[in-house]
């Protein structure tokens, strides 16, 4: 078969059997599963169905791991229509991971850098059909030439995003047997329960600590350049942390010795962009005597603040107008403004910080999920009480750093991606 190639999937077919996943691992000795299957209606809620989805990498036309990955590791096979990994060009940055919809790139920690499926390139030059292909006893998944992209009606679970996936569904799902026994309100409430609290990608902060660190240091420093006092007391703190936001950052990495690679997609990767922003700050900020290159380090600061957000804003997919509390521009502006003393700044940054805080805690309560009241408690003494009590010292510039720390500390706790695994559940919560 000859030309771009596309999955087809029956759900109507699959039966969860999951020998589409042993056949890949098998084929491509991975540590980490390349293709999952997941099952809707797992507890068998009533009255709906019960299928399952075979998914790995959809190899999307538009694809969001090559558009966003710093590195530039991802190729697109015009032969097959593979999107392929080059792992010898590919830093452990995860932020593909991120980035993708379809949960298809996985990071493999123990060798530091990510894999994913290429449709099987080396049985495809033998003429051979994909491992996970050839061995579903039920034929349930095939490849085909790829078609217009045009996915129609998608099953339950599926998230409909913009990247244009290469596969296609056979539509013609069973219908649920009808039930002759009563329902079970109560039982079904509390499945839908604890399906709304389904684990899926999301982050750790035992894992995330360095970029909670880098971002905080960041944001400080951006204050010290633009408002701090001229010239700084200790003309080595600017130096030596700008090292410590380098090493911290490059920790982050699977593999730090390939941190240069983060440079290499300035066009697309807001990483790359939040990279080299940083990058020319720290060295513009190594000359705080020069006014004129303080103030363009103080712009570039500002810049990669900003670019720090979007980061985080496009793998939530969330809007430019989606604000947070926590957000490192917010930080770097409250914090000039206690540092430099403009209390017009520092009182219009922290209102917003705040009002953004609250405004998220009362709608966690709204939702049920847990408001955290203490660590509410220390933020908003701390970030917002503090300073203002000790306007003008440096107190006031301690307790916002520590409020944002605890602010960050939720938000990375909130971050959720996109994913089959949670569609899925909120589709089962709407559903059912």
């Known amino acids: 078969m000859s030309g771009p190639l596309q999955f087809r999937f029956d759900p109507g077919r699959c039966i969860g059997c999951e020998t589409c996943v042993l056949a890949c691992r098998v084929e491509r000795r991975e540590a980490v599963p390349l293709r999952r299957v997941h099952t809707f209606n797992a507890p068998r809620l009533p009255r709906l169905p019960v299928f399952h989805l075979s998914l790995a990498c959809h190899h999307c036309r538009q694809p969001a791991c090559v558009q966003h990955c710093p590195a530039g590791a991802y190729r697109t096979d015009p032969a097959s229509g593979a999107v392929v990994l080059l792992p ?8 593909c991971t991120w980035a993708c919809p379809h949960d298809a790139p996985r990071y493999d920690p123990a060798q530091g850098v990510v894999a994913k499926c290429d449709l099987c390139g080396a049985r495809g030059e ?15 998944l095939a490849v085909e030439p790829r078609a217009e992209p045009v996915l129609g009606a998608l099953p339950p679970g599926f998230p409909a995003t913009r990247t244009s996936p290469a596969i296609r569904f056979v539509p013609g799902l069973r219908p649920p047997p009808a039930l002759t026994a009563p329902p079970a309100p109560a039982l079904a409430a509390r499945c839908r329960e604890a399906l709304s609290r389904v684990s899926e990608p999301g982050l750790r902060l035992r894992d995330e600590w360095p970029l909670l660190a880098f971002t905080t240091i960041l944001a400080l420093l951006v204050a010290l350049v633009a408002g701090g006092p ?18 911290l950052g490059a920790c982050h990495l699977g593999r730090p010795w390939r941190a240069w690679r983060a440079l290499g997609n300035l066009r697309g990767s807001w990483l790359s962009r939040e990279a080299a922003l940083a990058l020319a700050f720290l060295v513009l900020a190594c000359f705080p005597r020069v006014p004129a290159l303080r103030w363009a380090a103080a712009a570039a600061g500002f810049a990669a603040l900003f670019a720090v957000d979007r980061v985080y804003q496009v793998a939530v997919r969330t809007s430019r107008l989606d604000f947070h509390s926590a957000h490192a521009l917010f930080n770097g502006l409250y914090l000039t403004g206690l540092l430099a003393g403009w209390w017009p700044l520092a009182l219009a940054a922290g209102a917003l910080k705040a009002w953004l805080y609250l405004g998220r805690k ?13 660590l509410s408690l220390a933020r908003l003494g701390l970030g917002f009480v503090l300073p203002a009590l000790a306007f003008g010292s440096g107190a006031a510039a301690l307790g916002a750093v520590l409020g944002d720390l605890a602010d960050r500390w939720e938000y990375y706790g909130e971050l959720t991606f996109p994913s089959p695994g949670r569609q899925m559940a909120q589709d089962l919560v709407t559903f059912g």
Not at 126 to 140: D, F, I, Q, Y
Not at 230 to 247: D, E, K
């Open 230 to 247: 001229r010239p700084l007391p200790r003309p080595w703190i600017l130096p030596g942390a700008g090292a410590l936001c380098l090493a």
């Open 88 to 95: 010898g060009l590919c830093m452990g940055c995860r932020y």
């Open 126 to 140: 033998r003429g051979l059909e994909p491992a996970c292909v050839a061995r579903c006893p039920v034929g349930a």
């Open 362 to 374: 009362a709608h966690f309560r709204r939702q049920g999920r847990p408001a955290r009241p203490w």
